[in-house]
Nanobody
Framework: QVQLVESGGGLVQAGGSLRVTCVAS????????MAWFRQAPGKEREFVAA????????FYEDSVKGRLTISRDNAKKTVYLQMNSLKPEDTAVYYC????????????????WGQGTQVTVSP
């Protein structure tokens, strides 16, 4: 099992930057593919970005490409989401998720979730 704790959310103006962090506890963090999802009020949880077990470039939802970057540090059991050029429509609770399975975009495929961190982007 793995436990996930997100941090780093907050309030930022449009065009600004923020980095959210997810720290894992438990064994064998490097066995898990990791992803970020987000959920805005009244909307379904949606995929943002994912990264493979050994790192690499990751893949992204189309609306965040070129603005958000996912990365991981297996030695620190941590995954990051660097968010630049933020827009009001990026406002949501951001969740970290882990899976032992394939790297996919569907929330149901992920086995473990953090509690979420709120990101609010003002106009």
């Amino acid at each position: 099992q793995v436990q996930l704790v997100e941090s780093g959310g907050g309030l930022v103006q449009a065009g600004g930057s923020l980095r959210v962090t997810c720290v894992a506890s438990g064994r064998a963090f490097s066995r898990y593919a990791m992803a970020w999802f987000r959920q805005a009020p009244g909307k379904e949880r949606e995929f943002v970005a994912a990264i493979g077990r050994s790192g690499g470039s990751g893949f992204y939802e189309d609306s965040v490409k070129g603005r958000l970057t996912i990365s991981r540090d297996n030695a620190k059991k941590t995954v990051y989401l660097q968010m630049n050029s933020l827009k009001p429509e990026d406002t949501a609770v951001y969740y970290c998720a882990a899976t032992l399975g394939a790297l996919v975009q569907t929330p149901v495929s992920y086995d473990y979730w953090g509690q979420g961190t709120q990101v609010t982007v003002s106009p």
